[in-house]
């Protein structure tokens, strides 16, 4: 299995619960501001295939295994959030996300020394985007996208971000949707993508409206996370995940 690094300065519950079973490497940024570039830096030194997985993402089971045995060199999931989803990656201004993303060590050795000036964590994306981008290279998305948790996404006019209370028959629907179109796509999940929908809920939410929300919400919101994080965890061990047999 490739290399799973998971760079933070404070790793989400739900990315927690999304890794669990994965044997991944935690790498401490907290230092400083340039300390996710060094992390790069250190991986591109070695020139290995790995996955990055940012400490609020969350992937869907069987997310890593799909962009760590595809053959390209580069390969992303976007973040599939109501203010953020089905963005070109191939246009000019689109950062490529680092969130989840497969970096090969041929996409490494082309762009070798991109590393050489610190790099600000918030400019990783567009450092790797645009060198790659100047020698003809492009990324290869892969679908759905992951859910990033990150409450900052707030400001990018998330619907979550609502005053009133999000309306449970809503999320229930969303959540519906998504599930028929991961299965009409192949991936057969049962009722696992709700994970995605109450991490965004909570992720989104802005801390007074999650307690608002959660007055109506908190039976739906408890019953299901038990249920999602125990279909997680039968997700270690039972297909799709095992018929992939990417998983150590
Ligand atoms: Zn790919």
């Known amino acids: ?13 739900a990315t927690r619960i999304a890794l669990i079973g994965y044997d991944y490497r935690p790498v401490d940024v907290s230092g400083d501001d340039f300390a996710y570039g060094r992390h790069f830096a250190a991986r591109w030194a070695q020139r290995q295939d790995f996955v990055n997985v940012e400490h609020d993402c969350i992937p869907w089971p069987g997310a890593i295994e799909a962009i760590a045995s595809c053959p390209e060199p580069w390969c992303t999931y976007d973040y599939s959030l109501p203010c953020l989803r089905e963005r070109d990656m ?16 041929d996409l490494m050795i ?5 590393w050489k000036a610190p790099c600000h964590w918030e400019n990783c994306d567009r450092r790797i985007t645009e060198e790659a981008r100047a020698l003809g290279l492009e990324v290869h998305q892969h679908f759905p996208g992951i859910v990033n948790a990150n409450s900052a996404l707030d400001q990018l006019g998330s619907p979550w971000t609502v005053n009133e209370v999000v309306p449970v028959e809503e999320i229930a629907a969303l959540n519906l ?23 965004l809920l909570e992720g989104t939410l802005a801390p ?40 150590r």
């Open 208 to 247: 007074d409206a999650i307690t608002r929300a959660r007055y109506r919400q908190e039976a739906w919101l408890a019953s299901e996370l038990d249920r999602v994080e125990s279909a997680i965890r039968r997700g270690t061990l039972t297909a799709p995940l095992s018929q992939q047999g990417a998983r």
């Open 1 to 13: 299995m490739i290399d799973i690094f998971v760079p933070f300065t404070k790793i989400g519950e």
């Open 90 to 105: 191939h246009h000019p201004t689109t950062m490529v996300p680092l969130g989840c993303a497969k970096i090969g060590a």
């Open 177 to 199: 949707r998504r599930i028929e179109q991961l299965n009409a796509q192949g991936f057969p999940m049962i009722g696992i993508d709700v994970h995605y929908l109450v991490e």
């Open 110 to 114: 082309a762009t070798i020394d991109i």
